[in-house]
Protein backbone atom coordinates (compact mmCIF):
# COMPACT_ATOMS: atom_id res chain seq x y z
CA UNK A 1 0.00 0.00 0.00
CA UNK A 2 1.56 3.65 -0.81
CA UNK A 3 1.35 6.00 2.19
CA UNK A 4 -0.13 9.54 1.70
CA UNK A 5 4.13 10.31 2.62
CA UNK A 6 5.45 7.89 0.11
CA UNK A 7 2.52 9.68 -2.53
CA UNK A 8 3.22 13.22 -2.02
CA UNK A 9 6.81 12.29 -2.00
CA UNK A 10 6.92 10.56 -5.51
CA UNK A 11 4.42 13.73 -7.02
CA UNK A 12 6.72 16.04 -5.83
CA UNK A 13 9.68 14.01 -7.19
CA UNK A 14 8.04 13.98 -10.67
CA UNK A 15 6.74 17.40 -10.67
CA UNK A 16 10.40 18.78 -10.12
CA UNK A 17 11.12 16.64 -13.63
CA UNK A 18 8.62 17.95 -15.41
CA UNK A 19 7.22 21.13 -13.64
CA UNK A 20 5.01 22.02 -16.93
CA UNK A 21 3.71 18.68 -17.60
CA UNK A 22 1.18 19.12 -14.44
CA UNK A 23 -2.08 21.75 -14.97
CA UNK A 24 -2.32 24.04 -12.65
CA UNK A 25 -4.81 23.28 -10.25
CA UNK A 26 -3.31 19.98 -9.98
CA UNK A 27 0.09 22.24 -9.00
CA UNK A 28 -1.88 24.37 -6.54
CA UNK A 29 -3.26 21.10 -5.02
CA UNK A 30 0.36 19.89 -4.81
CA UNK A 31 0.97 22.95 -2.60
CA UNK A 32 -2.04 22.47 -0.77
CA UNK A 33 -0.63 19.14 0.39
CA UNK A 34 2.82 20.20 0.79
CA UNK A 35 1.40 22.63 3.54
CA UNK A 36 -0.29 19.83 5.41
CA UNK A 37 2.70 17.66 5.30
CA UNK A 38 4.57 20.53 6.68
CA UNK A 39 1.53 21.01 9.47
CA UNK A 40 1.89 17.42 10.51
CA UNK A 41 5.36 17.47 11.08
CA UNK A 42 6.66 16.53 8.26
CA UNK A 43 9.21 18.14 5.92
CA UNK A 44 9.54 16.16 2.29
CA UNK A 45 13.27 16.11 1.35
CA UNK A 46 12.47 18.25 -2.48
CA UNK A 47 9.78 21.03 0.10
CA UNK A 48 12.65 23.46 -1.17
CA UNK A 49 12.79 22.73 -4.75
CA UNK A 50 9.02 21.87 -5.27
CA UNK A 51 8.29 25.71 -3.68
CA UNK A 52 10.74 27.26 -5.61
CA UNK A 53 8.92 26.07 -8.95
CA UNK A 54 5.30 27.27 -7.30
CA UNK A 55 6.69 30.40 -5.61
CA UNK A 56 7.21 31.41 -9.28
CA UNK A 57 4.59 30.00 -10.93
CA UNK A 58 2.56 31.63 -13.96
CA UNK A 59 -0.89 31.39 -12.00
CA UNK A 60 -1.66 33.53 -9.05
CA UNK A 61 -3.38 31.29 -7.47
CA UNK A 62 -0.84 28.89 -7.06
CA UNK A 63 1.53 31.48 -5.97
CA UNK A 64 -0.98 32.30 -3.05
CA UNK A 65 -1.33 28.50 -2.07
CA UNK A 66 2.51 29.08 -1.44
CA UNK A 67 1.89 32.24 0.00
CA UNK A 68 -0.39 30.60 2.53
CA UNK A 69 1.42 28.12 4.10
CA UNK A 70 4.45 30.70 4.71
CA UNK A 71 3.77 30.09 8.13
CA UNK A 72 4.97 26.39 8.41
CA UNK A 73 7.60 26.13 5.86
CA UNK A 74 11.10 25.34 7.02
CA UNK A 75 13.55 28.68 8.07
CA UNK A 76 15.92 28.36 5.99
CA UNK A 77 13.64 28.61 2.77
CA UNK A 78 11.04 31.39 4.50
CA UNK A 79 13.34 34.81 3.81
CA UNK A 80 13.70 33.83 -0.06
CA UNK A 81 10.08 32.75 -0.81
CA UNK A 82 9.10 35.63 2.04
CA UNK A 83 10.71 38.02 -0.39
CA UNK A 84 9.72 37.20 -3.40
CA UNK A 85 6.06 36.87 -2.62
CA UNK A 86 5.74 39.61 -0.71
CA UNK A 87 7.04 42.13 -4.33
CA UNK A 88 4.25 39.83 -5.66
CA UNK A 89 2.18 41.48 -8.87
CA UNK A 90 -0.73 40.40 -7.81
CA UNK A 91 -2.61 42.08 -4.62
CA UNK A 92 -3.98 38.38 -3.22
CA UNK A 93 -0.72 37.17 -3.39
CA UNK A 94 0.90 39.86 -1.37
CA UNK A 95 -1.78 40.05 1.20
CA UNK A 96 -1.56 36.67 1.99
CA UNK A 97 2.18 36.79 2.19
CA UNK A 98 1.72 39.63 4.33
CA UNK A 99 -0.43 37.72 6.61
CA UNK A 100 1.87 34.82 7.09
CA UNK A 101 4.34 37.13 7.88
CA UNK A 102 2.46 38.74 10.76
CA UNK A 103 1.54 34.81 12.51
CA UNK A 104 5.08 34.09 12.06
CA UNK A 105 6.11 36.99 13.66
CA UNK A 106 3.42 36.88 16.49
CA UNK A 107 4.55 32.91 17.03
CA UNK A 108 7.67 33.60 17.56
CA UNK A 109 7.40 36.80 20.07
CA UNK A 110 5.43 34.69 22.33
CA UNK A 111 8.06 31.83 22.30
CA UNK A 112 10.32 34.45 23.00
CA UNK A 113 7.61 35.74 26.12
CA UNK A 114 7.58 32.56 27.02
CA UNK A 115 11.11 31.51 27.01
CA UNK A 116 12.09 34.58 28.85
CA UNK A 117 8.54 34.24 31.73
CA UNK A 118 9.74 30.50 32.07
CA UNK A 119 13.29 31.92 33.18
CA UNK A 120 12.32 34.91 35.24
CA UNK A 121 10.17 31.42 36.97
CA UNK A 122 13.70 29.70 37.76
CA UNK A 123 15.42 32.87 38.80
CA UNK A 124 12.44 33.72 41.23
CA UNK A 125 13.01 30.10 42.97
CA UNK A 126 16.74 31.11 42.85
CA UNK A 127 16.52 33.95 45.01
CA UNK A 128 14.01 32.22 46.86
CA UNK A 129 17.18 29.89 47.71
CA UNK A 130 18.85 32.65 49.54
CA UNK A 131 16.12 32.20 52.34
CA UNK A 132 17.47 28.29 52.02
CA UNK A 133 16.62 25.16 50.20
CA UNK A 134 13.94 24.52 52.01
CA UNK A 135 11.74 27.51 51.83
CA UNK A 136 12.41 27.57 47.55
CA UNK A 137 11.37 23.94 47.66
CA UNK A 138 8.35 25.12 49.65
CA UNK A 139 7.59 27.59 46.99
CA UNK A 140 7.87 25.14 44.06
CA UNK A 141 5.31 23.26 45.85
CA UNK A 142 2.67 26.44 46.67
CA UNK A 143 3.09 26.70 42.79
CA UNK A 144 2.44 23.24 42.07
CA UNK A 145 -0.36 23.22 43.91
CA UNK A 146 -2.13 26.41 42.60
CA UNK A 147 -1.38 24.51 39.28
CA UNK A 148 -2.92 21.29 39.76
CA UNK A 149 -6.01 23.40 41.52
CA UNK A 150 -6.62 24.91 38.21
CA UNK A 151 -5.77 22.75 36.13
CA UNK A 152 -8.03 19.51 37.40
CA UNK A 153 -10.98 21.77 36.52
CA UNK A 154 -10.46 22.23 32.71
CA UNK A 155 -9.03 18.71 32.43
CA UNK A 156 -12.42 17.77 33.56
CA UNK A 157 -14.30 19.84 31.58
CA UNK A 158 -11.75 18.61 28.90
CA UNK A 159 -12.62 15.27 29.11
CA UNK A 160 -16.26 15.91 28.55
CA UNK A 161 -16.00 17.43 25.45
CA UNK A 162 -13.02 14.87 23.88
CA UNK A 163 -15.34 11.70 24.60
CA UNK A 164 -18.26 12.68 22.68
CA UNK A 165 -15.72 13.98 19.80
CA UNK A 166 -13.90 10.79 19.82
CA UNK A 167 -17.27 8.96 19.55
CA UNK A 168 -18.69 10.77 16.91
CA UNK A 169 -15.12 10.94 14.55
CA UNK A 170 -15.25 6.82 15.05
CA UNK A 171 -18.99 7.14 13.97
CA UNK A 172 -17.93 9.43 10.95
CA UNK A 173 -14.99 7.00 9.69
CA UNK A 174 -17.67 4.65 9.39
CA UNK A 175 -20.21 6.53 7.27
CA UNK A 176 -19.23 6.14 3.76
CA UNK A 177 -20.15 9.71 2.60
CA UNK A 178 -17.75 11.18 4.89
CA UNK A 179 -14.78 13.31 3.84
CA UNK A 180 -11.36 11.05 4.59
CA UNK A 181 -9.50 14.08 4.45
CA UNK A 182 -11.45 15.97 7.11
CA UNK A 183 -12.52 13.41 9.22
CA UNK A 184 -8.67 12.10 9.82
CA UNK A 185 -7.94 15.96 10.20
CA UNK A 186 -10.92 15.82 12.75
CA UNK A 187 -9.51 12.48 14.45
CA UNK A 188 -5.78 14.00 14.53
CA UNK A 189 -6.68 17.25 16.72
CA UNK A 190 -8.95 14.88 18.87
CA UNK A 191 -5.73 12.35 19.52
CA UNK A 192 -2.96 15.70 19.84
CA UNK A 193 -6.03 16.61 22.45
CA UNK A 194 -6.29 13.39 24.13
CA UNK A 195 -2.42 13.41 24.52
CA UNK A 196 -2.22 16.78 25.80
CA UNK A 197 -5.30 16.27 28.13
CA UNK A 198 -2.98 13.51 29.42
CA UNK A 199 0.13 14.78 29.68
CA UNK A 200 -1.52 17.54 31.90
CA UNK A 201 -2.78 15.28 34.43
CA UNK A 202 0.11 12.73 34.48
CA UNK A 203 2.12 16.38 35.25
CA UNK A 204 -0.28 17.54 38.02
CA UNK A 205 -0.98 14.08 39.49
CA UNK A 206 0.06 12.63 42.99
CA UNK A 207 3.08 11.24 42.91
CA UNK A 208 2.85 8.17 45.59
CA UNK A 209 4.98 8.31 48.67
CA UNK A 210 5.68 4.25 48.70
CA UNK A 211 9.09 3.42 47.89
CA UNK A 212 10.33 -0.14 47.04
CA UNK A 213 13.70 -1.26 46.24
CA UNK A 214 13.48 -2.42 42.39
CA UNK A 215 15.80 -3.72 39.65
CA UNK A 216 16.80 -0.88 37.60
CA UNK A 217 17.54 -3.06 34.89
CA UNK A 218 13.89 -4.16 34.68
CA UNK A 219 12.72 -0.49 35.16
CA UNK A 220 14.57 0.88 32.16
CA UNK A 221 13.93 -2.23 30.05
CA UNK A 222 9.88 -1.84 30.99
CA UNK A 223 10.35 2.11 30.02
CA UNK A 224 11.91 1.22 27.21
CA UNK A 225 9.29 -1.03 26.21
CA UNK A 226 6.99 1.84 26.63
CA UNK A 227 9.13 4.53 24.49
CA UNK A 228 8.65 2.09 21.58
CA UNK A 229 5.04 1.37 22.32
CA UNK A 230 4.44 5.35 22.08
CA UNK A 231 6.80 5.51 18.88
CA UNK A 232 4.88 3.05 16.91
CA UNK A 233 1.49 4.92 18.16
CA UNK A 234 2.86 8.20 16.25
CA UNK A 235 3.09 6.21 13.47
CA UNK A 236 7.14 5.41 13.76
CA UNK A 237 8.42 2.26 12.91
CA UNK A 238 11.21 2.04 16.26
CA UNK A 239 13.28 -1.21 14.96
CA UNK A 240 15.01 1.01 12.89
CA UNK A 241 16.48 2.26 16.42
CA UNK A 242 18.42 0.11 18.48
CA UNK A 243 18.44 0.89 22.32
CA UNK A 244 20.81 -1.02 24.41
CA UNK A 245 20.45 -1.37 27.88
CA UNK A 246 23.99 -1.77 29.58
CA UNK A 247 22.82 -1.83 33.33
CA UNK A 248 24.61 -4.11 36.01
CA UNK A 249 21.55 -6.72 36.51
CA UNK A 250 21.40 -6.86 40.55
CA UNK A 251 21.65 -3.37 41.03
CA UNK A 252 18.41 -1.67 42.93
CA UNK A 253 16.64 1.39 44.01
CA UNK A 254 14.03 2.33 45.96
CA UNK A 255 11.44 3.98 44.23
CA UNK A 256 7.69 4.18 43.36
CA UNK A 257 7.95 1.92 40.31
CA UNK A 258 5.70 3.43 37.50
CA UNK A 259 6.49 7.15 38.15
CA UNK A 260 10.13 6.02 37.46
CA UNK A 261 9.33 4.00 34.71
CA UNK A 262 7.16 6.67 33.19
CA UNK A 263 9.33 9.32 33.41
CA UNK A 264 12.62 7.12 31.96
CA UNK A 265 9.77 6.22 28.88
CA UNK A 266 9.38 10.10 28.34
CA UNK A 267 13.92 10.26 27.95
CA UNK A 268 13.72 7.62 25.28
CA UNK A 269 10.97 8.66 23.75
CA UNK A 270 12.56 11.67 23.05
CA UNK A 271 15.78 9.83 21.93
CA UNK A 272 14.26 7.88 19.45
CA UNK A 273 12.12 11.09 18.03
CA UNK A 274 15.37 12.94 17.56
CA UNK A 275 15.57 10.32 15.31
CA UNK A 276 13.40 11.64 12.74
CA UNK A 277 14.06 12.34 9.49
CA UNK A 278 12.68 15.05 6.52
CA UNK A 279 9.78 12.60 5.59
CA UNK A 280 9.14 12.50 9.47
CA UNK A 281 10.24 8.77 9.45
CA UNK A 282 12.81 7.02 11.79
CA UNK A 283 16.29 7.00 10.27
CA UNK A 284 18.74 4.00 12.02
CA UNK A 285 20.71 4.75 15.54
CA UNK A 286 21.05 3.97 18.53
CA UNK A 287 20.60 4.50 22.23
CA UNK A 288 22.47 3.34 25.07
CA UNK A 289 21.43 3.45 28.76
CA UNK A 290 23.88 3.11 30.98
CA UNK A 291 24.63 3.58 34.68
CA UNK A 292 27.44 4.75 36.83
CA UNK A 293 27.78 4.06 40.57
CA UNK A 294 29.34 6.48 43.26
CA UNK A 295 28.66 6.53 47.12
CA UNK A 296 25.36 6.93 47.77
CA UNK A 297 23.78 7.68 44.21
CA UNK A 298 23.54 6.31 41.37
CA UNK A 299 24.14 8.02 37.89
CA UNK A 300 21.46 7.04 34.62
CA UNK A 301 23.07 8.08 31.19
CA UNK A 302 20.96 8.52 28.09
CA UNK A 303 22.49 9.19 25.09
CA UNK A 304 21.38 9.27 21.25
CA UNK A 305 23.32 10.50 18.59
CA UNK A 306 19.90 12.08 17.17
CA UNK A 307 19.27 15.50 16.01
CA UNK A 308 20.69 17.11 19.39
CA UNK A 309 19.02 20.62 20.92
CA UNK A 310 20.36 24.18 20.21
CA UNK A 311 21.66 26.37 23.31
CA UNK A 312 18.75 28.38 23.17
CA UNK A 313 16.20 25.82 22.82
CA UNK A 314 18.06 23.93 25.86
CA UNK A 315 18.23 26.78 28.55
CA UNK A 316 14.70 27.20 27.67
CA UNK A 317 14.08 23.45 28.79
CA UNK A 318 16.04 22.94 31.41
CA UNK A 319 13.33 25.54 32.51
CA UNK A 320 11.29 21.97 32.61
CA UNK A 321 8.40 24.39 32.21
CA UNK A 322 5.54 22.90 30.43
CA UNK A 323 3.48 23.32 27.63
CA UNK A 324 6.23 24.23 24.41
CA UNK A 325 5.15 21.81 21.77
CA UNK A 326 7.39 21.17 18.82
CA UNK A 327 6.14 21.97 15.73
CA UNK A 328 8.23 19.43 13.91
CA UNK A 329 6.85 16.71 16.01
CA UNK A 330 3.44 15.60 14.98
CA UNK A 331 1.94 14.87 18.40
CA UNK A 332 3.91 17.19 20.72
CA UNK A 333 2.56 18.11 24.13
CA UNK A 334 5.99 19.28 24.97
CA UNK A 335 5.16 18.16 28.76
CA UNK A 336 7.17 15.08 28.33
CA UNK A 337 10.84 16.77 29.90
CA UNK A 338 8.68 18.80 32.88
CA UNK A 339 6.91 15.36 34.06
CA UNK A 340 10.06 13.63 33.48
CA UNK A 341 11.84 16.15 35.93
CA UNK A 342 9.03 16.55 38.10
CA UNK A 343 8.94 12.73 39.15
CA UNK A 344 12.16 12.04 39.25
CA UNK A 345 12.52 15.37 41.47
CA UNK A 346 10.10 13.52 43.64
CA UNK A 347 13.10 10.88 44.48
CA UNK A 348 15.58 13.31 45.69
CA UNK A 349 17.31 13.09 42.43
CA UNK A 350 17.89 15.19 39.59
CA UNK A 351 18.10 16.10 35.59
CA UNK A 352 20.60 17.03 33.59
CA UNK A 353 20.95 18.10 29.97
CA UNK A 354 24.22 18.10 27.80
CA UNK A 355 23.18 18.62 23.82
CA UNK A 356 25.06 19.93 20.45
CA UNK A 357 23.05 20.83 17.53
CA UNK A 358 23.42 18.25 14.62
CA UNK A 359 25.56 15.82 17.41
CA UNK A 360 23.14 14.13 19.62
CA UNK A 361 22.11 14.17 23.13
CA UNK A 362 23.00 13.20 26.54
CA UNK A 363 20.73 13.10 29.74
CA UNK A 364 22.02 12.70 32.81
CA UNK A 365 19.43 11.25 36.00
CA UNK A 366 21.38 11.54 39.40
CA UNK A 367 19.08 9.13 41.88
CA UNK A 368 20.10 8.71 45.33
CA UNK A 369 20.52 4.93 46.28
CA UNK A 370 19.90 5.81 50.23
CA UNK A 371 17.99 7.90 51.88
CA UNK A 372 14.59 9.04 50.85
CA UNK A 373 12.79 12.19 52.24
CA UNK A 374 8.96 11.88 52.47
N1 LIG B 1 16.99 13.59 23.16
C1 LIG B 1 16.55 14.68 22.52
N2 LIG B 1 17.06 15.02 21.31
C2 LIG B 1 16.60 16.13 20.66
N3 LIG B 1 15.66 16.96 21.12
C3 LIG B 1 15.14 16.68 22.32
C4 LIG B 1 15.55 15.53 23.08
N4 LIG B 1 14.85 15.53 24.23
C5 LIG B 1 14.05 16.60 24.18
N5 LIG B 1 14.20 17.29 23.04
C6 LIG B 1 13.53 18.52 22.62
O1 LIG B 1 12.81 19.00 23.74
C7 LIG B 1 11.43 19.17 23.38
C8 LIG B 1 10.58 18.98 24.61
O2 LIG B 1 10.53 17.61 24.97
P1 LIG B 1 9.30 17.09 25.79
O3 LIG B 1 9.49 15.63 25.99
O4 LIG B 1 9.13 17.93 26.99
O5 LIG B 1 8.06 17.39 24.86
P2 LIG B 1 7.71 16.72 23.45
O6 LIG B 1 8.62 15.56 23.21
O7 LIG B 1 7.72 17.82 22.44
O8 LIG B 1 6.22 16.24 23.65
P3 LIG B 1 5.79 14.80 24.23
O9 LIG B 1 6.83 14.38 25.20
O10 LIG B 1 4.47 15.03 24.79
O11 LIG B 1 5.73 13.88 23.04
C9 LIG B 1 11.21 18.15 22.29
O12 LIG B 1 10.11 18.50 21.49
C10 LIG B 1 12.51 18.25 21.51
O13 LIG B 1 12.48 19.36 20.64
MG1 LIG C 1 8.79 14.06 24.68
New binding site residues.
Partial sequence: MISDADDLERRMDGFTKAPQALPWRERRALAHDVGRALRAGRSPAEVHNVLAFLAWDDQWMVRKAVADLLTVVPEDSYDIFLKELLADSHGSVRNAAENARKDRDRAFRQERQAAREARHVGELVNQLREHGEDVAQQAVAVGHRLYKLLSKAMIHDLRNLLWPLQANVERLQLQPKASTAAVARIDQIARQLA?FVE?AEAYAGDIPLEREPQKLKDVLQEASQLASEGVARAGLDPKSVHVMVDVPAGLRVEMARQTLVAAFA??I???Y??YRDHAGQLRPGRIVIETQQTKGQVIILVT?S????SDE?LKY?LEFVPG???KT?P????????IANRFIEAHDGSLA?I?QLGKG?K?RIKLPTTQWRL
Fill in positions: KANLKNSEADGKGIDLRRDKLSTGFGLPISTV
